[in-house]
């Protein structure tokens, strides 16, 4: 059996750990700036709010009310406005 490579899984040109890491650089860029983004889920709900904290595997939205959000649930992070994606440690 071969063995599937980083491009097959379909992370061309990152490893895990840095495509975690952009991940991360993104959602803390949202929270610091409290940039409100609509979340769109797998199974079509729209959710909008700010990110207040997320982890490996959760977001928490606030909106009017708290919303905790499986990140294995989420297909799309749509920002009011553009962030700045030069994020530190990364050229």
């Known amino acids: 059996m071969k063995e599937k490579t980083e491009k097959d899984r379909g992370v061309e040109g990152m490893t895990n750990s840095k495509s975690q890491s952009l991940q991360d650089n993104y959602?803390?860029?949202?929270?610091?700036?409290?940039?409100?983004?609509?979340?769109?889920?797998?199974?079509?709900?729209?959710?909008?709010g700010v990110v207040k904290a997320f982890d490996n595997f959760v977001i928490l939205l606030k909106e009017s009310t708290q919303q905790l959000i499986y990140k294995h649930a989420v297909s799309t992070i749509v920002p009011e406005r553009d962030i700045d994606t030069r994020f530190e440690n990364q050229q």
């Open 27 to 48: 959602l803390n860029q949202l929270r610091k700036d409290k940039i409100p983004v609509i979340v769109y889920l797998t199974n079509g709900v729209r959710l909008k």
